[in-house]
């Protein structure tokens, strides 16, 4: 499947939180140069389905449509790592940190232990070259007398030139499906509110979920895979002994 990048200009001046409306497109209001009041959505979409859905829309809401343009760069792919990835993602991990060890020694421990999970190490790749990664591991909560087994998204990294063009987006969003399809019903991710809540995750989701590394506020957040998973669930968030060092 090749999917590619999508620019249309609409007539009236958007502002961001339209993003809602057009799957997550990016909204670029009053384009620079440009005479008229217009707005560019542009975002990677995945068939000519989805962007007849998006045309739609915009007949609905009585948007003006100016031009609809198909850059012709195809998506980066997004894969699995292989085992001869592991330096280039060492790499993405430590540029994107701002030379940082920890996040990449992270995935170096995480690769090593039992709660790696192959196929949710994914890599996006651009011209041959590793511009990005998303790492989902097992962690697990201790609720009472059970342990319920779920997933951490950490980290995510991509190579600073390439950021703001939709990468870690991509990344997150094909992340979540291969947790679906593999039966993982929750994860936790602690990072920015802003970025998360775009995916679907909410702080709401674990506040009775006891945080590891002490209060962190509206960055402690869940998603649920499977609707009701994380419902009533009380406890304690373990995580592996990797991550005490980052
Ligand atoms: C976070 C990161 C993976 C996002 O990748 P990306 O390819 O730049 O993301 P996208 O292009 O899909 O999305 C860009 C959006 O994310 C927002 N964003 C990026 N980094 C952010 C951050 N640290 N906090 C909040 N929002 C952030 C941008 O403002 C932009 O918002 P907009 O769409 O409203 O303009 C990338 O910026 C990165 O590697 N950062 C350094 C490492 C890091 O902080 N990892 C996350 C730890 S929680």
Redesign the pocket.
């Known amino acids: 499947m090749t999917v590619y990048w999508y620019e249309i200009r609409v007539r009236e001046t958007l502002d961001?939180r339209w993003?809602q409306w057009f799957d997550g497109m990016?909204v670029v209001p009053e384009m620079e140069g440009s005479s008229i009041p217009d707005t560019l959505l542009c975002g990677y979409l995945p068939d000519q389905a989805a962007l007849f859905g998006i045309l739609s829309r915009l007949r609905n809401l009585n948007l003006t449509l100016i031009e609809v343009k198909r850059v012709d760069h195809p998506m980066p792919i997004i894969r699995p790592e292989t085992p001869a990835d592991a330096e280039a993602i060492y790499s993405v991990n430590k540029q994107?940190?701002d030379g940082r060890e920890a996040e990449p020694r992270l995935v170096d421990t995480i690769r090593k232990s039992d709660g790696f999970i192959p196929e949710l190490s994914l890599v996006v790749e651009k011209n041959d070259r590793i511009v990005?990664h998303i790492l989902f591991s097992r962690i697990q909560i201790q609720s009472e007398n059970v342990q319920l087994l779920g997933l951490a998204l950490?980290?995510?990294?991509?190579l600073?030139e390439?950021?703001?063009?939709?990468?870690?987006?991509?990344?997150v969003k094909r992340g979540l499906e291969e947790c679906k399809r593999l039966g993982y019903a929750w994860i936790i991710?602690?990072?920015?509110p802003?970025?998360y809540a775009r995916f679907g995750f909410a702080p709401e989701l674990a506040k009775s979920l006891e945080c590891p590394f002490g209060d962190c506020g509206d960055a402690w957040m869940a998603l649920e895979l499977t609707p009701g998973a994380l419902e009533g669930v009380r406890g304690k968030v373990i995580y592996p002994p990797a991550f005490d060092h980052v």
């Open positions: 961001r993003s990016a994107a940190f990005g950490a980290p995510i990294a991509v600073p390439y950021q703001g063009h939709g990468i870690g987006s991509a990344l991710v602690l990072g920015h802003a970025y």
